[in-house]
């Protein structure tokens, strides 16, 4: 379309590729990133490689997550808020205690998608059950989405391998969860494994 003016004549086309191109979504994001958000996404970082390899002994440290945090895994329905995340991981620790020998849980590898503003921790949960002496082993995709001050406001539980581990996991996690909706404000307890006997198992 032209468009006579002035004697001149200018092309709508040419008034459009004078104008600034829209930035996507991501990149309109991305400039709103202030020094606030990389130090808290930092901390986030620093605080999930710390308290991974104690999960199943301490509890996690709670100031990288918002107030209305949600955990969301495929088993069971989602728990919100801070008392229910930190009663989750007592059931957690409770449970492997009792059913797990020299358990442990460590990283694999940890990766931030700036995109989406998410950070996907591979890790890998192991130890020997009780009574069976047989090894049990659960790798699993967790994802913690940031907000926009770099705080973590949903964890959600993406895949775990075998399935078959989390099948048989099933009704562990479903008590774990039973348990962390009736506990949801109380004491911080850490549970810290305790040699059992046979013979104490047996009574």
Same mark, same amino acid.
């Given at each position: 379309r032209v468009m006579a003016r002035g004697g001149g004549v200018r092309s709508r086309c040419a008034t459009l590729v004078r104008r600034a191109p829209q930035p996507c979504v991501s990149a309109r994001?991305?400039?709103?990133? #202030?020094?606030?958000?990389?130090?808290?996404?930092? !901390?986030v970082l620093?605080?999930?490689?710390? #308290?991974?390899?104690?999960? %199943?002994?301490?509890a996690p440290q709670m100031d990288i997550y918002t107030d209305d945090l949600v955990f969301h895994e495929r088993l069971t329905a989602d728990l919100?808020? !801070?008392? /229910?995340?930190r009663a989750f991981f007592w059931g957690l620790r409770f449970h492997c205690w009792v059913l797990l020998r020299d358990a442990s849980m460590e990283i694999k590898s940890l990766f931030v #998608?700036?995109?989406?503003? /998410?950070?996907?921790?591979?890790?890998?949960?192991?130890g020997n059950v009780? %009574?069976?002496?047989?090894?049990?082993?659960? #790798?699993?995709?967790?994802v913690y989405r940031l907000n926009s001050q770099g705080l973590c406001y949903m964890h959600? %539980?993406?895949?775990?391998?075998?399935?078959? /581990?989390w099948k048989s996991a099933r009704p562990v996690f479903e008590r774990i969860r039973a348990q962390s909706v009736r506990r949801r404000v109380g004491p911080v307890v850490n549970v810290v494994p305790v040699p059992i006997s046979s013979q104490s198992?047996?009574?």
């Open positions: 994001w991305s400039m709103k990133r #202030d020094r606030e958000y990389m130090a808290n996404m930092g !901390k620093d605080t999930l490689r710390y #308290d991974y390899p104690r999960m %199943l002994t301490h919100h808020g !801070k008392d /229910a995340y #998608d700036e995109d989406r503003c /998410a950070i996907h921790v591979r890790w890998r949960l192991c009780r %009574l069976l002496n047989a090894k049990w082993v659960l #790798d699993g995709l967790s959600t %539980l993406e895949n775990t391998v075998p399935p078959s /581990a198992v047996r009574r």
